[in-house]
């Protein structure tokens, strides 16, 4: 309950503006979760996923990845201030299966850009087999 309240509140803050994209990076974070779960006395000596599992706690890769899924329902759905949220371009004519609604896939020559918000979950989005409901869907 510590290190949800104190601890991870700060390792996700703004997690949409500033993604970790290179490897060592995506580690240094997660270490912070893997020392954290070993102050556990009686997970101490068990692997990082058994103490995820027991204490019922996902990677912080997973959480990024969800927190970005329900920035981006929350975009599309319209609970943001259009003025205000970065423009997201949706394929309207598309006649696919699944998700309603699919974003359009852009190209960039960039690390900066590439994973930048925009550019990210794009794949993520379009791989979804229904549209959500509601935020809690995710």
Known sequence: MLYKTLIRSHLEYANSLWNTYLKQDISAVEKVQMRATKLVAALRHKPYAERLKHLNLPTLKYRRLRGDMIETY?????????????????????????????????????????????????????????????????
């Open 74 to 138: 929350k975009i599309l759905s319209g609970k943001y201030d259009s003025a205000v949220v970065p423009t997201i371009p949706i394929i309207f004519d598309s006649v696919t299966r699944g998700n309603s609604l699919k974003i359009s896939s852009r190209r960039c020559n960039y690390n900066l850009r590439k994973y930048s918000f925009c550019f990210r979950i794009t794949n993520v989005w379009n791989s979804f087999p229904y549209t959500a409901t509601s935020d809690n869907s995710f």
